[in-house]
Structures are given as C-alpha cells and as structure tokens.
C-alpha cells in the first residue's frame, strides 16, 4: 500500500504543467464593430452601445441604440445630454461615443393647477415613472413621458364624471444654479356629472326591473365609468337576454342618462 501511494506522488509530481488555451484570433472584419470608446462620460453610462462590441456593423441599429441611451441618461436627470457617434475604421470598425451630459436636474416641486376633488395621490400616480424616479419628486423630468401621461390621466378624469376635463401642457421652470426645475400641470376639470336616469327597455316587466337592480346605479349619484361597466357585466350575468347600455349626455344639466336595452 505504501509503494503504491508514492508511485502515485511520483506521477503527479512528473505530470506536465497545464498549458494554456491559445488566445483567440482577434476579429478584424470590417462588417464587426471591433472596439466602443467613449469621452465625457463612463462606459456604463452608455452600457446600450458599449455592448455592440464583437457584434455585425449596422449603422442604423447604432443610430438607435445611441437614441436609448441619450434617453437613459435624460431619465437620470440630464435633459440637455446628447450622443455623438463616429465611426473609424481600425480592427473592424470602431466606434466613437463623445458624450455631452449637460447640468444634472432634479424635480424639486410638482403641482396640479386646479380646484377640483380628484384625488390628489391619483394624480400624483398618474404622472409617476419608474417607481419615482422619474417625473416624481426628488425624480428627473422627462417631458415626453409627462404629456403622455397626461392624456392617461385625462382619460382618469372623464372616467370619474369630469367629463369636459382638458389638461394643458406642463409648464416645466429650471434653476440652473440649484440643478432643479418645478413643474407645474393646470388642469381645467370643468363641472362633475351626475347619473341622471337610469332605465330599461324591452323584455318584460320583471327583467328590466331586474336589470336596473342589477346595474345597481342611482340617480343623482357621481358618473363613474368603471362602476357603470361593472354594472351592465353584471346584468348580463344575472339575466338569460342580452342586454347593451345606451348613454346620453346632458351637459346642460351635467347629467350621464342611463338606458339598459334588453332583447
């Protein structure tokens, strides 16, 4: 046993040393980006093209992915940063990123221009991005996220009962000195609507009074449009007739007339 344990220390002792892979042959095909250099910036900071490296030249992808990333930077905070791209040709061919990041900006007030009973944290979540960190505050602003959440937030309004509700562009104040801007949202809401009457027709007595119970919507109460679907789903449930709801508009009376028609 104790011969056979020293051949075995003498043939690992006697093995060859391991010798490593050879490197791999640097691909200097024109139609490869070979190397992404960047100047006024880090190269995490555009981490959507610094990945492109070793990948097929498509010049048009790059011009794309170069839009990404000036937009991940301006969702950071930086409005002003801009990308320029150039291309040189070196092992494959090389790309240039010469970054221009601008002053750093953060939203340091956010306020709803208007006197109406929406409410308030349903706005603020509206126009929130990203978990807060964008157009939140203490966020970056990003005005073209703003304006389409605005057109959501609108269509919250005419959801509740705000039904002549506009939103008008955000107006949007930077302090260079203080890196902050405040933004401001005037909203004109206009009057609330009521449920004016709510009816059925068709069908026999007993369904249509069964259908307007099952809508279980009330004169005189707020127009919400979530409620009044909720409602006609659950007249189709509960009854064996199709049923589609017609909705007529007074606006001189600031009134939504209800009629369930049933076949």
Known sequence: MRSSVLVAFAWFGCAPPVQPYPALAQDCSPTRIGKVTVEGASINDIAPLAVLEGTL???????????????LLQARGYP??????????????????????????RIASLAFETRDDFPEAERELAVEDALGTVNAVGGAYLADRMKRALVDLQHRYHEAGWIDAAIDAPRATYDDARGEVAVIIPIH???????????????????????????????????????????????????????????????????VDLEARVR
């Open 57 to 71: 030249d498509d010049p048009d992808r790059a011009q794309r992915i170069a839009q990404i990333a000036s937009e």
């Open 80 to 105: 002003y940063a801009r990308l320029d791209v150039t291309r040189h040709v070196g092992c494959g061919t090389e790309l240039h990123v010469a970054v221009e990041t601008g002053p750093h900006f």
């Open 189 to 255: 809401a206009g009057p609330r609507y009521r449920i004016g009457r709510v009816i059925a027709r068709g069908g026999a007595p007993a369904t249509r009074a069964a259908v307007v119970e099952a809508l279980g919507l009330r004169g005189g109460e707020w127009y919400n449009a979530p409620r009044v679907r909720v409602g006609i789903d659950r007249a189709r449930r509960t009854t064996d007739h199709r049923v589609e709801l017609r909705y007529e508009v007074a606006a001189d009376r600031r009134i």
